[in-house]
Nanobody, 125 residues
Framework: QVQLVESGGGSVQAGGSLRLSCAASGYTGRRYCMGWFRQAPGKEREGVATIDSDGSSSYADSVKGRFTISKDNAKNSLYLQMNSLKPEDNAMYYC???????????????????WGQGTQVTVSS
């Protein structure tokens, strides 16, 4: 069973930075898609960034140039470096995983079978 555990959320002032981490376990496949999604109160969940097992990544327009998704295969970990944070980035952030690729799972659809419990990011103006 795949398990995902996020960490690194917190409170920061606008313009600040945070780095989210997601520790993954239980997946044995060689191909996968991993992503970060977020959901603000009263809003629908939205995709933030995804990365394939080959390292190719995609970003939502709202975070391009500010956020960077990366992975460390040796540590079975996924990261999201968030810079120049804005109040509109306030949300619960979730790590998600699927196979075999972000194209097959339709990366922004949210149809990932595995999800973490989430970590809260609060940005104050």
């Amino acid at each position: 069973q795949v398990q995902l555990v996020e960490s690194g959320g917190g409170s920061v002032q606008a313009g600040g930075s945070l780095r989210l981490s997601c520790a993954a376990s239980g997946y044995t496949g060689r191909r996968y898609c991993m992503g970060w999604f977020r959901q603000a109160p009263g809003k629908e969940r939205e995709g933030v960034a995804t990365i394939d097992s080959d390292g190719s990544s995609s970003y939502a327009d709202s975070v391009k140039g500010r956020f960077t998704i990366s992975k460390d295969n040796a540590k079975n970990s996924l990261y999201l470096q968030m810079n120049s944070l804005k109040p509109e980035d306030n949300a619960m952030y979730y790590c998600a995983a699927a196979s075999p690729s972000c194209t097959v799972v339709k990366r922004w659809s949210g149809l990932f079978p595995y999800w973490g419990q989430g970590t809260q990011v609060t940005v104050s103006s």
